[in-house]
């Protein structure tokens, strides 16, 4: 397997040099991890994974443990029968992007659904599920894992009043790509092959019934397996593990997992920033720093909404995510949050283009 096929580049390469300084490991990717279970490519195939005690040592926080498209350093273990090819996971490579949610268990925590995607199709029905305030919640949750948004509207073929929705749409994605598809015939499906370069990642993301599966099943050329056949040599075992991450025949991979569906906020201030990047602009000139945007006097924000400028339910949709983010930050944990500003310090080109929009509007 052709490795930069999967997505390997220069800076990866780098990484992986100084954590494997020994030379004892390959690299790999994880296509498949659920419950512990992995299953990893590497230059010589496919293999089945686990983590070395080591690495389950020092994991801190559930996100810590690989998650499906994370570059991994694997090393096969010699305890094992050769055929059987298991191989041992001894570290994972600095995410460049995420998509994560929290999971409420004993406490809330940040799980990973998946690392390493260069872009998310958010994918909203353009029935009665379109709501433009989960397009927003959504939004935050990609943009906090870094990964660059395009937004699809499928099931056009449903839609009686696609200018208006396309109008109010603007106001709150700005000049993010916006793409209409109907799945089920594969219309304007053709317009997603841009962003489906070889060794890009994608995911898609929104809630239950917006089409995802259609979408990734037609983009496939066939139903996804779920099932993966016996070994030609008949040795292995039957397994029901499957992939979590394919690659497309045109080009390009798609990382899908149950996940995707359930995509909820976990997310900083920064993420927030980015969705409602023009409300922060204008929070900045608002008479007092710590302004509501209620009835304070001199509040920048309430008057452009007074002007017609900006609507005021994206206002208290913008307040209701900060206000879950202020509860989450009680209980986030520090190695996001480090991981995070470390991302962050590497400047995402199209981020500044999100503060560009707005430089000369207000
Ligand atoms: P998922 O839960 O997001 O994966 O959604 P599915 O792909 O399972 O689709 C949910 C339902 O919507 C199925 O019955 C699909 O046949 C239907 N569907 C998907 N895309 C379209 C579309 O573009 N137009 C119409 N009319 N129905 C669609
Ligand atoms: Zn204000």
């Known amino acids: ?28 990717r994880v296509i498949y991890a659920q419950r512990q279970l992995y299953r990893v490519v590497s230059e010589l195939g496919e293999h089945q994974g686990r983590v070395s005690g080591r690495l389950r040592y ?4 559930p996100a810590d443990f690989p998650a499906a498209g994370d570059w991994v350093g694997i090393r096969i ?100 790509p916006v793409i209409c598809t109907d799945a089920l015939t594969g219309e304007g499906m053709n317009l997603l092959n841009p962003y489906l370069e070889p060794g890009k990642t994608v995911a898609f993301v929104g809630s239950s019934g917006v089409g995802k599966s259609t979408l990734i099943n037609r983009l496939m050329g066939v139903e996804v397996q779920v099932t993966r056949a016996l070994r030609s040599d008949g040795k292995g075992r039957h397994t029901t593990t499957h992939r979590e991450l ?42 007092f720093s710590d302004c509501r945007h209620g009835s304070e006097p001199g509040c920048a924000v309430q008057q452009q909404i007074s002007a017609g400028n900006l609507d005021p339910k994206r206002l208290c ?21 480090d991981r995070y500003k470390l991302r962050r310090q590497d400047g995402r080109l199209w981020e500044k283009e999100v503060r560009e929009r707005f430089k000369d509007k207000y």
């Not at 397997?1 to 790999?28: I, T, V």
């Not at 020092?58 to 926080?61: E, L, S």
């Open 246 to 287: 394919f690659q497309i025949p045109g080009g390009g991979m798609v990382i899908d997992n149950p996940g995707m569906r359930e995509l909820q906020l976990w997310a900083f201030e920064e993420g927030l920033g980015d969705t409602f990047s023009e409300i922060e602009l204008l929070a900045a000139q608002c008479r």
């Open 58 to 61: 020092q994991a801190r926080f």
């Open 317 to 337: 949709s913008y307040l209701k995510q900060k206000r879950e983010l202020e509860q989450l930050s009680e209980t986030e944990d520090l190695t996001s949050q």
């Open 1 to 28: 397997m052709n490795l930069r096929r999967l997505g390997w580049d220069a800076e990866f390469k780098k990484q992986f040099e100084q954590l494997n300084s020994d030379q004892s490991c390959q690299p790999a």
């Open 77 to 176: 273990d010699p305890r094992q029968a050769a055929d059987t090819g298991t191989v041992i996971i001894h570290f994972t490579l600095p995410r460049k992007t995420w998509l994560s949610r929290s999971a409420a268990g004993e406490k809330v925590e940040e799980q990973m659904i998946c690392a390493n995607v260069d872009r998310v199709f958010l994918v909203s029905g353009l029935d009665r599920d379109f709501n433009l305030r989960r397009i927003e919640r959504y939004l935050s949750a990609v943009y906090q894992g870094g990964a660059q948004p395009v937004i699809i509207l499928n099931k056009v073929d449903l839609c009686r009043d696609l200018e208006t929705k396309m109008l109010d749409l603007g106001k709150v994605v700005f000049d993010l």
